[in-house]
């Protein structure tokens, strides 16, 4: 079978039905509007004649050689070497191992990483919303609440980035228009091998590098699409976050079945992972419980809220920075940067309401936010 995944241009202009969403059509109602990055992916048992013509073959096979030829050096180098190996903390507990490559490997693989995305125009499933350009957690969350739904699986995938293998990326690339087309070629199938495994480190993908992250969402693209579709035709939502799953539906759904089905998908095509049963969580909104979907927390009401910890907690870091620069003393810039990403995150996903706050501080301490951030910049 081959995936070929293409830009949902041809929907600018047409109401969407429930046809579309099962063909894989990107819809934002909460929005109005169609996700930028959303994709449309069809199955085709041999690649059509029509996308064969719109592609050269031999141009994409010399680009990913010239690429191996310029960077032979990094080939040969001790591969551990390139890297520094550290830890920093989970949010929930624990650590989490991180190999940072050096500056001229890191070049080398963002290189690579245009090559597959622009040059040969690798996309991702439109149920991908990690490490896309133009999406988010909250957009995620945003088609759970477009379809009111109020029963939840939300699970994970055990060693995302560790357990997958050359192997497995290769096989999935032979899948993948119009990098399957490459691999017919023998020439193409060793050249991409070759390119693909200057991003491996101890036989997976390092956690630190631009590559291992995109990699991910094109070689899930069978995966994603078959989930996606069977989830689809039950009126039920897939979306996937990295290696973090969600699955929703209006009516109650039989949680071990749905996990069923994800494991079965993972076998199907030689998967190296496994979904984690302490990690499965089965609840519905409307419990007092509350609902979180990647940070962001969707009520019984079925609107998206940032939690009311973290609305108490951004209102004492407001004063906290407002205070002090009113007394002289400037933040550091990265305590700065993390509270203007968190106001910034916040925003998008509650902006009336973090919109007024923040005026309502402006007002009451006379300031603006602005010469507040200005004046820590330069200090």
């Known amino acids: 079978m081959i995936y070929i995944t293409t830009r949902q241009k041809e929907y600018q202009e047409k109401q969407i039905t429930w046809l579309d969403i099962i063909n894989g059509v990107d819809y934002d109602e909460n929005l109005g509007t169609r996700g930028s990055a959303g994709t449309i992916t069809r199955v085709y048992k041999e690649t059509p004649e029509d996308y064969i013509r719109k592609i ?27 890297y520094r ?21 890191q070049l080398a693989l963002l290189e690579l990483k245009d090559i597959l995305a622009e040059k040969l125009g690798i996309l991702h499933h439109t149920a991908a919303f990690a490490y896309v350009t133009g999406r988010s957690t909250a957009q995620s969350a945003y088609k759970h609440q477009a379809n009111k739904s109020n029963w939840y699986l939300k699970t994970d995938f055990s060693g995302f980035f560790p357990n997958t293998t050359i192997d497995f990326a290769m096989e999935m690339m032979s899948k993948i228009f ?5 691999c017919k070629v023998e020439e193409g199938k060793a050249e991409l091998r070759k390119a693909l495994s200057l991003g491996f480190l101890n036989g997976g993908l390092p956690q630190g590098t631009k590559l291992s992250p995109w990699l991910t969402n094109a070689i899930m693209i069978p ?10 035709h039950k009126r039920m ?28 998908v993972l076998k199907k095509y030689g998967a190296p992972w496994q979904i984690k049963p302490e990690k499965t969580q089965f609840l519905t909104n409307k419990a007092s419980t509350s609902n979180w979907i990647l940070g962001c927390n969707l009520n019984k ?6 939690g009311w910890e973290n609305k108490k907690l951004f209102k004492t870091m407001t004063t906290n920075i407002i205070m002090d620069y009113k007394h002289g003393n400037t933040w550091p810039i990265e305590d700065v940067q993390h509270y203007r990403g968190l106001m910034s995150y916040y ?11 923040v005026k309502h501080f402006e007002e009451k301490f006379h300031v603006k936010m ?3 951030f200005k004046a820590s910049m330069s200090a």
């Open 56 to 82: 050269n073959v031999p141009y994409m096979i010399d680009v990913l050689k010239s690429f191996n030829e310029n960077h032979s050096n990094l080939f040969e180098a001790n591969r551990k070497s390139l």
């Open 237 to 264: 939502v897939y979306t996937r976050y990295a290696d973090d799953i969600c699955i929703s539906c209006v009516q109650r759904f039989n949680p071990k079945e749905t996990v069923k089905q994800m494991e079965d």
């Open 301 to 306: 009401d079925n609107n998206i809220t940032v």
């Open 370 to 372: 602005d010469d507040v």
């Open 223 to 232: 995966l994603d699409h078959e989930l996606f579709n069977y989830f689809a």
């Open 178 to 182: 119009p990098a399957s087309e490459i």
């Open 347 to 357: 925003m998008m996903i509650e902006k009336e309401y973090f919109t007024k706050l």
């Open 85 to 105: 190996h550290f830890y920093i903390a989970k949010k929930k507990g624990g650590l989490r191992p991180i190999d940072q490559p050096c500056d001229e490997l």
